[in-house]
């Protein structure tokens, strides 16, 4: 095993993790480790912008933003977290520009903002221009820019890296364990402070707009640590995932004046939102699809329905939504300039997520202890600026200003911690171990097919619409999928580049997550923002205003803890677009 | 991971000068061209050929010519040769000597044959 | 519909030479050349190796050579294929194992050329002006994802990887057009050197290789006409 020392360490090069790495690089050593080269990371697959309340093309305030975060996460988000993303939005947002981000731009030469689902100016009342954008490449143009600031910074890194195991010894974080998937060798981080910013879990879905390496990694390890997970039922499916396979067609479509049609010719929305229409936000509008879907009104009857961008024109089309242009020749063969778009929800953000404070350190109970030493920002975190339903350009949002914040808390925080001390080798040796046997697997049971019937059942039992019969199903399988991966084999035995363990791995995690996801949303016998239960289809303010905390015991078993919601400006009211 | 650039090898003034002899070769190949091979309604004899080559504008001209032509072709032919020594530089400065001296002794074989002509 | 990949296979942990296998896929509609090779991997061979993420052409990972053309296996589908479908690493890389190659090289390139705004002015508390058509300039230039393809496809390259490459050289000029940035004399000791912009021979086959259909050549053009603007 190799041996490696920084201040800091990142887990993950996304947005969230570049900026920490950037910001805690101005005066620490900082190493990042990524499982793919860091501009391959899910970020730069964000299309329609990111929020903030500059007021570039008409009136808009924080306090406005704040409001459609609160009311957009269905009550459930913490209003102290929401109030500082919001707030420090704006700076964040010109310390981008001034970082190099290409920006699209007014005519004044000012950053370009458009509409989006769920903004509105004056509480709620009129749609407004918030979602700061370059072009429809929005994450894209970010995570390339905050890549390559990391590199003047002078950030260590460390490309194709896979962590495999936290090291957590008496409530601290001293490292962790990394393979290395070129060669196959392990290697060992001790730091000062460790940051985990390792993204989303939709990829547990067989619909998904996330990619291949969204695996929900960092929640599955920080769980295995004794560490709860905080409001895992919560997940976004977006109203527009190109038919068949989820990929995101960007709600930058909607905010430009698309139009979605059921089978009947008919603009369905106004039967949902009617004054909103397609800009209510994603929840509303995707539970307005599977609705018309489910009651046979999808295209041609089948499992999609229409968005129709052709009324804009080609020249708005192509100057606007560029991407989605070309998305939509290359993976339907379909020219969006004359014809349809034929979309469906798609799996697309977690909400939920490792607990930690506004200054990402971890909760190791999930309410107050931290656990030293080890953080968390973006979308594997929740501090809880989503609650139940995470507002469209938020994400890349909540990745700048919490990864930034969480870059530059580590690094005040490793000047006053002292030198790195390494660990015990137990833990090393348990990592090892524990990898050695996973190389050895050679039972009869296939990866592929767990993976397979796990993402299909979630599709289907915890999908948009979800039931105590279906989900009570969901816990079983994923049980007894957990048993069968005890007999999972492989076939490589080489020790390069072997992408059959990485899999393998990441299929374990998978496993892991969404035995949690499925208990949470059982348990949460209402319907909140994304977590709809046809058998609970009312929001319960008296019994279930709390957030989840679900704790994996010693015995393998899930524990579930509640915590308030914290509340500072506005009470629950009811949820109307 | 160390890599090797040049750095401040300064390519820019030959690549210019590539481009200028490259837009000069045009004309005066022209005039070469119809000159020799065109505008020759006589056989061709050592006298007259003699006579127009001693003139100084045909002096001028052609010392103009080999110039350029020098410069252009075998800047071409080192270029090309760099794309393959990047990671070679003893080889570098061996083929570099070679090209200049071949470029030196062809612009003075040239010279000793325009210079000294008279009528 | 069956169709047959002929793959190039190299794991020097097997073997020292690399050969090639064919495997025989049943494609479904809409298949790309990704969707095929995870067929391979999980239900016939799970030691064939590549990458892949996002599968939407936006990440970058998985761009290979495909049926002689450099090209991103998630955007490339199978029914556009004709024949029995070739799949190979990147050329001029050298080969990891199977169709995974190393970027390491490509990436420090890009290093290099200082891929940050390197701005004369501070900024203030609020963003910099640029109008929509400074803005534009960097249209066809900020795309890039870094697959290499280009860098891959180009001969100068293949002879020579020191030279920058078409990827770095294109990022250096989504940098040297914006209005923003002051840093071309900054950036000159990399690009105005032997390996720096006067190595492209405007071959442009850089151009045809691109998923994004961008055009390094033209940016390499452009990184020219603004040093001459420079020196002169």
Same mark, same amino acid.
């Given at each position: 095993m190799e041996h490696h020392r920084h201040d800091v360490v990142v887990v993950g090069a996304g947005i969230a993790g570049l900026y920490a790495a950037m910001k805690a690089g101005e005066s620490a050593d900082v190493g990042v480790l990524s499982k793919v080269y860091p501009t391959r990371s899910h970020s730069g697959a964000a299309q329609g912008g990111c929020a903030a =309340?500059? %007021?570039?093309?008409g009136n808009d305030s924080w306090e406005f933003h704040f409001y459609d975060t609160v009311r957009g996460g269905d009550f459930l988000g913490d209003q102290d977290a929401q109030e500082l993303l919001v707030k420090e939005a704006i700076p964040v947002m010109y310390e981008m520009e001034h970082l190099g981000v290409p920006f699209s731009r007014t005519a004044e030469g000012k950053i370009a903002q458009r509409p989006f689902g769920g903004h509105f100016a004056d509480f709620g009342k009129t749609a407004v221009k918030r979602a700061c954008y370059a072009a429809d490449r929005s994450g894209h143009a970010q995570l390339h820019c905050l890549y390559e600031q990391s590199l003047k910074q002078g950030v260590r890194f460390y490309n194709e890296f896979f962590v495999i195991s936290l090291i957590i010894e008496d409530g601290t974080c001293r490292g962790l364990v990394a393979l290395e998937i070129r060669t196959g060798v392990l290697h060992a981080f001790w730091a000062r402070a460790v940051m985990l910013a390792t993204g989303g879990y939709a990829r547990a879905w067989r619909v998904t707009s996330n990619s291949h390496a969204n695996t929900g990694d960092g929640l599955a390890l920080v769980a295995a640590a004794g560490v709860p997970l905080e409001d895992m039922e919560f997940v976004q499916f977006h109203p527009t995932g190109l038919y068949p396979h989820g990929i995101l067609i960007s709600e930058a479509a909607r905010g430009e004046g698309g139009y979605l049609f059921n089978n009947d010719g008919m603009r369905f929305m106004e039967k949902y939102a009617k004054s909103k229409m397609e800009l209510a936000p994603r929840d509303v509008v995707s539970r307005a699809e599977q609705t018309e879907i489910d009651e046979g009104r999808g295209i041609d009857g089948g499992e999609y329905l229409h968005l129709d961008l052709t009324h804009l024109g080609e020249k708005t089309i192509l100057e606007r939504l560029p991407q989605i242009h070309e998305l939509v020749v290359k993976? =339907? %063969?379909?020219d969006c300039t004359k014809k349809p778009i034929p979309t469906q929800p798609t799996a697309h953000y977690s909400m939920g997520g490792i607990p930690t404070d506004l200054d990402t350190r971890v909760l190791r109970d999930g309410k107050k202890q931290a656990v030293e030493g080890l953080f968390a920002s973006g979308e594997c975190a929740c501090v809880s600026n989503h609650g139940a339903n995470r507002l469209g350009t938020n994400s890349t949002l909540e990745a700048a200003v919490f990864g930034r914040r969480g870059g530059m808390v580590m690094a005040r925080f490793v000047k006053e911690a002292g030198p790195i001390l390494p660990g015990a080798e137990r833990p090393t040796r348990e990592a090892e171990e524990g990898f050695e046997h996973l190389c050895a697997s050679s039972g009869p049971e296939s990866a592929k097919r767990i993976r397979a019937e796990l993402q299909a059942s979630m599709t289907d039992n915890v999908g948009i619409f979800r039931t105590a019969a279906k989900l009570q199903k969901q816990v079983a399988l994923i049980r007894d999928l957990k048993a069968r991966f005890e007999n999972v084999g492989i076939s490589d035995r080489s020790r390069r580049f072997n992408t059959e363990i990485t899999e393998l791995i990441e299929l374990k995690y998978m496993l892991d997550f969404s035995e949690v996801i499925a208990v949470s949303a059982l348990a949460r016998e209402e319907s909140r923002g994304a977590h709809s239960r046809n058998d609970y289809p009312k929001r319960d303010d008296n019994q279930w205003l709390r957030h989840t905390l679900a704790f994996r015991e010693a015995d393998g078993s899930l524990r579930l803890d509640y915590k308030p919601v914290v509340i500072t400006r506005f009470q629950p009211e009811e949820r109307k677009y | 991971m160390t890599v090797e650039r040049g750095r401040g090898s300064g390519g820019f003034w030959w690549w210019m000068m590539q481009r200028v002899t490259g837009i000069l070769l045009f004309p005066v190949l022209m005039v070469h061209y119809v000159v020799t091979h065109l505008h020759t309604s006589h056989y061709v004899e050592y006298d007259k050929i003699a006579a127009r080559v001693a003139t100084p504008a045909w002096k001028f001209l052609n010392i103009l010519f080999l110039t350029i032509v020098l410069l252009h072709g075998l800047y071409g032919v080192w270029n090309v040769l760099l794309d393959y020594l990047s990671k070679r530089p003893v080889l570098r400065a061996v083929l570099y000597s070679i090209v200049v001296t071949i470029g030196l002794a062809l612009y003075v074989l040239g010279l000793v044959t325009i210079v000294p002509f008279s009528a | 519909m069956e169709r047959q990949f002929k793959i190039y296979r190299f794991n020097p942990e097997a073997a020292p030479a690399a050969s090639f296998q064919t495997y025989t896929v049943d494609i479904q509609h809409a298949w790309t050349v990704l969707d095929a090779l995870n067929a391979i991997k999980w239900d016939q061979d799970g030691s064939l190796s590549f990458r892949r993420s996002c599968r939407h052409g936006i990440c970058g990972s998985c761009a290979m050579k495909i049926n002689g053309k450099n090209g991103l296996a998630c955007e490339v589908q199978v029914e556009s294929l004709k024949g029995v479908i070739t799949v190979e690493p990147l050329p001029g890389f050298k080969v990891i194992r199977d169709l995974v190659t190393d970027m390491d090289g490509f990436f420090s390139h890009l290093e290099a050329v200082k891929p940050w705004l390197i701005a004369g002015t501070p900024p203030t508390d609020k963003e910099r002006v640029q109008s929509p058509e400074d803005r534009k300039l960097i249209d066809g230039l900020y795309e890039c994802i870094l697959c290499g393809a280009c860098t891959s496809a180009c001969p100068s390259y293949w002879v020579n990887d020191d030279f920058l490459g078409p990827a770095a050289l294109l990022k250096a000029a989504r940098y040297v057009m914006d209005t923003r940035d002051d840093g071309l004399t900054d950036r000159l000791d990399v690009l105005d050197s032997r390996n720096g912009i006067w190595r492209c021979h405007t071959i442009f086959n850089c151009v045809e290789a691109c998923p994004k259909s961008l055009n390094p050549t033209e940016a390499i053009v452009k990184l020219r006409q603004k040093l001459a603007a420079l020196r002169i």
């Open positions: =309340a500059l %007021g570039n093309e993976f =339907a %063969g379909i | - | -």
